[in-house]
């Protein structure tokens, strides 16, 4: 799961927290910001809450998937990635279609930036039964779809593979193999685009809140994580 690096501004809205790229956004008034951040349509996509495109739009979000792999730093071993965008209303859908193939008891993971200056961490939770798992992720929709500091990775550390909606809110699964995760974008028509560019493929600006932290640490109980509280930095 990556790391952005973010700036805090204050003033944008009332208790609201943006993460911001470094770029043009530094340079926008509070209101002209406050307008971008309130367009959330681009031709026929819909992007949640969570994250808006760059000011200029050198990428403008739209749906479709690409193939592409992870090679690891430390062993140079590849893996076969798709990584994906699909609108609001396909997301939570696609998500739990993409979790099925990996088996019937999973890993979960999520992952927060809700820490001041944007800090990672990741929270683990092993064997977990996946009708319990997709229960939990239907109730927490909202935070899963619209907390810009808020991701999940569903795992097989047997099968090798991970599906992660993250918190750019993109569908990403990784390793072999990949036909079935393919078949449900397609079955989606979210359909393959060698051309394809993402939002994190240029400069962007996430949003959250303190109503979704708060449901992010429920969320984290609900699935039964342990980790250290953190306090809210709003």
């Known amino acids: 799961m990556g790391f952005l690096k973010r700036i805090l501004r204050s003033g944008i809205g009332e208790d609201t927290r943006r993460g911001v790229s470094n770029g043009s956004f530094e340079t926008l008034s509070d209101d002209e910001l406050q307008v971008h951040m309130g367009i959330d349509t681009y031709g026929?996509?819909?992007?949640?809450?969570?994250?808006?495109p760059s000011y200029d739009l050198r990428v403008v979000p739209q749906q479709g998937f690409r193939f592409d792999e992870y090679v690891d730093e430390t062993n140079g071993s590849k893996t076969p990635v798709i990584m994906a965008a699909a609108t609001r209303h396909l997301l939570m859908d696609l998500f739990l279609e993409m979790i099925e193939p990996l088996g019937s008891v999973v890993d979960v993971v999520l992952e927060t930036s809700h820490r001041a200056g944007g800090d990672h961490e990741d929270l683990y939770r092993e064997h977990i039964d996946m009708p319990v798992l997709k229960s939990?992720?239907?109730e927490y929709e909202d935070v899963l779809l619209n907390d810009g500091c808020t991701g999940i990775a569903v795992i097989n550390p047997t099968k090798r593979q991970e599906v992660q909606l993250d918190e750019h809110k993109l569908l990403i699964a990784y390793g072999k193999p990949l036909d079935p995760f393919q078949q449900i974008l397609i079955d989606h028509d979210v359909y393959p685009n060698e051309n394809m560019e993402f939002i994190t493929e240029a400069e962007h600006v996430h949003s959250s809140s303190e109503r979704l932290?708060?449901?992010?640490?429920?969320?984290?109980?609900?699935?039964?994580?342990?980790?250290?509280?953190?306090?809210s930095s709003w």
Do not use: C, H
């Open 136 to 138: 939990i992720l239907w």
């Open 44 to 52: 026929v996509f819909d992007l949640t809450d969570a994250i808006r």
């Open 213 to 231: 932290y708060d449901q992010f640490n429920v969320l984290k109980n609900r699935l039964g994580i342990d980790g250290e509280e953190f306090s």
